[in-house]
């Protein structure tokens, strides 16, 4: 291995581990507790190391989101895959994004709720965001109904989703009634 490699390796390692370490301390106690020198005290860097990776804490912020698309994308296929039809698919999607939300607020927060510097619907948005509107687009798109543009459907869905997700979270929506949430915009929505 060559020592420019090497170093570009030993850089990944390091833009992870802010990531990862912002990530986490978001989730501990909030983004107004992410400051570069909290991160630059955590991962026992200086604060000009962690500037030569991010520009400051809205490119981290960024950084988080699209590590969250790509997990929200994740988790949509293997919910959908794992479901026998479209009901119980669509019922899963959606079961699966508002999991995240739930379970991921701080990264659901840097991906909708926060700037971190990111464009959505645009020739510039980044693949991971795109992603994950792709994941929630290939289930949906099967139960959007006839005359119905595939990815105007989708998004409504998702705005849906957010909405459950965001209310529920900020306490107006009682958690208990999520999944008769879920049942009912499925039926009501979903036309199947």
Known sequence: MSVQERKQRERAVRERLIVAT??????QQGWDAVT???????????Q??????????????GAV????????AAALRAAATGADGPTAQV?????????????????????FHLDGGLTF???DTPEPLKDAFAA?????SAVAGAGVHPELFTEVFWAALHGLATLTRAGRLPPEDTQRRVDLLV??????
């Open 136 to 140: 929630l687009l290939e289930t949906l």
């Open 187 to 192: 039926d009501r929505l979903a036309m199947l």
């Open 48 to 61: 000009p190391v962690l500037y030569s990776h991010f520009r400051g804490k809205r490119e981290i912020i």
């Open 91 to 111: 019922t899963a999607l959606a079961r699966a994004y508002l999991d995240y939300a739930e379970h991921n607020p701080a990264v659901y927060d840097a991906m």
């Open 36 to 46: 570069t020198r909290r991160l630059a005290e955590r991962i026992e860097y200086s």
């Open 121 to 123: 619907a645009n020739e």
């Open 22 to 27: 912002a990530r986490e301390l978001a989730e």
């Open 65 to 72: 989101a699209l590590e969250g698309a790509a997990e929200v």
